[in-house]
């Protein structure tokens, strides 16, 4: 089947760094995506990864191992803002060439000062 | 202004009732999405369209109807609204390009069934 795992809640420290882990078993893939949601708001777009390895993107970071089913968000120099739901979600291509993307349930930071 | 704009941003109605939740965009996409979220339950795809003429079925599709007015508007219906159906919803639009295709989210409609 397909699925994504991530972890429910994290907690970190201002001005320190977090990195939120995320692993998938699917068939197909076409690309990981990483969004930010606030309580209460839309999710937004933070990275895209579709080849192994780290694209970095100011205080953010996403890493890929396609041949591990894994990826990580780096979060540099928290801030309390960066307080939040991070979502991962993995794109896929069935036989059809039908793309399908398959949703984490978050995992819901908490920067405290 | 906003590029994804969803009205209404919160109702409240009562089982029965037909609700149509209206989703607009400035981004010139041409695929649209209909989403319901759901605490412990993540984002769930409830219709989408890639076109005027395209329509598909997500995978939680029942009870919902969707209709693609022009390229810029696509609006979901609940025919006669149940309690389960309360969540929050979202219109998202997407650009289709092979080197990523983000999705960009309205601000959510909030909607709950009595």
């Known amino acids: 089947g397909q699925n994504i795992d991530q972890p429910t809640e994290m907690t970190a420290t201002e001005g320190a760094i977090v990195q939120i882990n995320c692993t998938y078993q699917?068939?197909?893939?076409?690309?990981l995506f990483w969004y930010q949601q606030h309580a209460g708001e839309a999710p937004t777009f933070l990275s895209y990864n579709v080849l192994d390895g780290l694209e970095e993107k100011g205080r953010f970071s996403s890493f890929l191992s396609r041949s591990k089913g894994y990826s990580y968000l780096l979060l540099k120099e928290l801030q309390m803002k960066d307080s939040a739901s991070y979502l991962c979600a993995v794109r896929a291509i069935n036989a059809g060439n039908n793309r399908k993307l398959i949703w984490g349930l978050g995992t819901s930071l908490a920067v405290n000062p | 202004d906003a590029d994804v704009t969803q009205t209404p941003r919160n109702r409240i109605t009562k089982t029965g009732k037909r609700i149509m939740l209206e989703c607009s965009q400035t981004k010139g996409h041409d695929r649209m999405y209909w989403y319901r979220q759901d605490p412990g339950l993540g984002l769930r795809l409830i219709y989408y369209s890639f076109d005027v003429k395209d329509i598909n079925k997500g995978e939680i599709s029942d009870g919902y109807s969707v209709s693609r007015q022009a390229q810029a508007k696509f609006s979901l219906s609940l025919e006669s609204a149940i309690p389960n159906q309360t969540a929050l919803y979202f219109c998202?639009?997407?650009?289709?390009?092979?080197?990523?295709?983000?999705?960009?989210f309205g601000e959510g409609s909030r909607l709950t069934v009595l």
């Open positions: 998202a639009t997407s650009d289709y390009t092979d080197g990523g295709g983000e999705l960009f």
């Open positions: 699917t068939s197909g893939f076409n690309g």
